[in-house]
C-alpha cells in the first residue's frame, strides 16, 4: 500500500511540475513571439491565391515599416481585395489565437496560445496560414525558411534559456521529451 501512495504521489508531482514547465514555455513564447494567422474566405481556388497576395502585401509592408498597426493591415489586405476586384472586405484583429505546430529549417513552435494577429478576409471559411511576424519568420514560398542571424538575435535577447532551447534543438532527445510535453499539456488544457 505504501508503494501505491508514493508511486501516486510521484506521478501527481509530475504531472504539477509539467503544467508549471508547459506554463513557462508557452508563456515565454506568447510574450515575445507575435504570430500571424491569415484565414481565406472559402476554400475555392481564386479565395486561397488572394489570401496569399494579402500575405505577401501584409509582410511586404511590416518588412518596409518595421511594424504596423492593425488599421495599416486591413488597409493593406483590403487595397489588395479591391485591386483584384473582390466584393468582400478583411478585418485584422489583435489577441491571443491557438496555433499549430510550426516547423522551419532550425526551429520548432509546440502548438499553443500565442499573441497574434488574426486577418480575416470575408467569411473567414478557407484554409489558414500562419508565420511568426516578430522575429520576422514570415516566408512567402513554399518552403521551409531558416531563422537568419537577426532573428537568431532577436529570439536570444527575448526568450528565456530553456525556451530558446526547446524550440531551436532537433536532434536532442531530452529536448524532444520537452517538446512532447508541452504538446500533450496544452491538448489537455484546450480540452
Known sequence: MKKIIICFTAGILCMIMSVVYTNSVMADLSEHLLRLHIIANSD?????????????????KAR????????????????????????????????????????????????????????????????KWWCVMYPPLCFTQEVTGELDDSGKNQLTAALENES????????????????????????????
Open 44 to 60: 475555392s481556388s481564386i479565395d486561397q491565391e488572394v489570401k496569399l497576395k494579402v500575405r505577401d502585401a501584409v509582410i511586404a
Open 64 to 127: 518596409a515599416n518595421n511594424s504596423l498597426s492593425l488599421e495599416e493591415i486591413t488597409d493593406t489586405a483590403n487595397r489588395v481585395l479591391s485591386e483584384h476586384e473582390f466584393s468582400y472586405s478583411a478585418k485584422a484583429e489583435y489577441g491571443t489565437f491557438h496555433f499549430p505546430k510550426k516547423e522551419y529549417a532550425n526551429i520548432t513552435l509546440p502548438q499553443g496560445w500565442y499573441s497574434g494577429v488574426r486577418i480575416v478576409l470575408g467569411n473567414g471559411a478557407g484554409q
Open 164 to 191: 530558446l532551447e526547446l524550440i531551436s534543438q532537433k536532434d536532442n532527445v531530452d529536448i524532444e521529451m520537452k517538446f512532447k510535453i508541452v504538446e500533450i499539456m496544452q491538448n489537455l488544457i484546450n480540452k
